[in-house]
């Protein structure tokens, strides 16, 4: 599986910006796929994740802001952000895992995560 993400830029705090996360090859096997993202001398973290029974999870500073969804048919996820702020800016990955461990809370350990797309930077200007 290979993912490519898109999307990211330069917008101003309280905008929004949508990223995609196109997969390629056979994604059968993966049980969920999630949004990561890594500021300048921070940690990585998840930011939201699907699962295939399509629940979500969000890391709580981004609820009721974010929006993860996927299309099956074009073998895409999105990430919708609104109203952003100044402390999301980092750069954003895509990820994806085949482990069943994902299906419960090992959803935000990135080391069940089998792929990783490329990052694509995202600035939220104040």
């Known amino acids: 599986v290979q993912l490519q993400a898109s999307g990211g830029g330069l917008v101003q705090a309280g905008g929004s910006l949508r990223l995609s996360c196109a997969a390629s090859?056979?994604?059968?096997?993966?049980?969920?796929f999630g949004w990561w993202r890594q500021a300048a001398g921070k940690q990585r973290e998840l930011v939201a994740a699907?699962?295939?029974?399509?629940?979500?999870s969000y890391t709580d500073s981004v609820k009721g802001r974010f929006t993860i969804s996927r299309d099956n048919a074009k073998k895409t996820v999105y990430l919708q952000m609104n109203s952003l702020k100044p402390e999301d800016t980092a750069v954003y990955y895509c990820?994806?895992?085949?482990?069943?461990?994902?299906?419960?809370?090992?959803?935000?350990?990135?080391?069940?995560?089998?792929?990783w797309g490329q990052g694509t930077l995202v600035t939220v200007s104040s």
């Open positions: 699907i699962r295939s029974d399509g629940s979500t």
């Open positions: 990820a994806a895992a085949s482990s069943r461990v994902v299906q419960n809370m090992g959803v935000s350990d990135s080391r069940w995560y089998d792929y």
């Open positions: 090859g056979s994604i059968s096997s993966i049980n969920a």
